[in-house]
Antibody, heavy 120, light 107 residues
Framework: QVQLMESGGGVVQPGTSLRLSCTASGFTFSDHAMHWVRQAPGKGLEGVATVWYDGSNEYYAESVRGRFIISRDNSKNMVHLQMNSLTGDDTGVYYC?????????????WGQGTLVIVSS | DIQMTQSPSTLSADVGGRVTISCRAS??????LAWYQQTPGKAPKLLVY???SLESGVPSRFSGSESGTEFTLTISSLQPEDFATYFC?????????FGQGTKVDVK
């Protein structure tokens, strides 16, 4: 069965960096684009970053462009989110999600999420 | 960016009742709309994609429909496990955007 397991969340100070990772299993990883979606406490959902199935292209939300970098390692079935220059607005649960195909734009599987708190 | 406007924000209903949630796109999204269900403390779950296609394993009491830029999620007979928050999402234009959510609670 498809499983997505996030790791790397925690409490960090503003201006610092954090790297999230997601380990995938149960499907052919290289056949799917992968995404990170976040949810601020008590708020809605925001797509943060997308990496194509082969890692050849990335998309970023305007709110994180220039600060976050998404990458993937198809040999290890992993996707990462490098988050730099963090601010309080980046606080929330970060979900690793699978695209339904090479790149359709909707998310058919979600991890359980990892919590990031940016606070001094 | 395409704006997705959901209504209502909160909806109170009885078990067995019929529930309708609306989502309006600010421009044509060519049926590229998904619906998700989220229960407290859990990750969202895909219910519907392409406006009206039911994801595998989702009960048939859920259905999606569209009329132009207006989209609807209907639950024909609300079950106890359906009390949750529902989000729509367009995936026609990047950035893919979500509605603000509709919470379905007990009447």
């Amino acid at each position: 069965q498809v499983q997505l397991m996030e790791s790397g969340g925690g409490v960090v100070q503003p201006g610092t960096s954090l790297r999230l990772s997601c380990t995938a299993s149960g499907f052919t990883f290289s056949d799917h684009a992968m995404h990170w979606v976040r949810q601020a406490p008590g708020k809605g959902l925001e797509g943060v970053a997308t990496v194509w199935y082969d890692g050849s292209n990335e998309y970023y939300a305007e709110s994180v462009r220039g600060r976050f970098i998404i990458s993937r390692d198809n040999s290890k079935n992993m996707v990462h989110l490098q988050m730099n220059s963090l601010t309080g607005d980046d606080t929330g649960v970060y979900y690793c999600t699978r695209d339904s195909n090479v790149l359709t734009g909707y998310y058919d599987y979600w991890g359980q999420g990892t919590l990031v708190i940016v606070s001094s | 960016d395409i704006q997705m406007t959901q209504s209502p924000s909160t909806l109170s209903a009885d078990v067995g009742g019929r529930v309708t949630i609306s989502c309006r796109a600010s421009q044509n999204i060519r049926s590229r709309l998904a619906w998700y269900q989220q229960t407290p403390g859990k990750a969202p779950k895909l219910l519907v994609y392409k406006a009206s296609s039911l994801e595998s394993g989702v009960p048939s009491r859920f259905s999606g429909s569209e009329s132009g830029t207006e989209f609807t999620l209907t639950i024909s007979s609300l079950q106890p496990e359906d009390f949750a928050t529902y989000f729509c999402q367009q995936y026609n234009n990047y950035p893919w955007t979500f509605g603000q959510g509709t919470k379905v609670d007990v009447k």
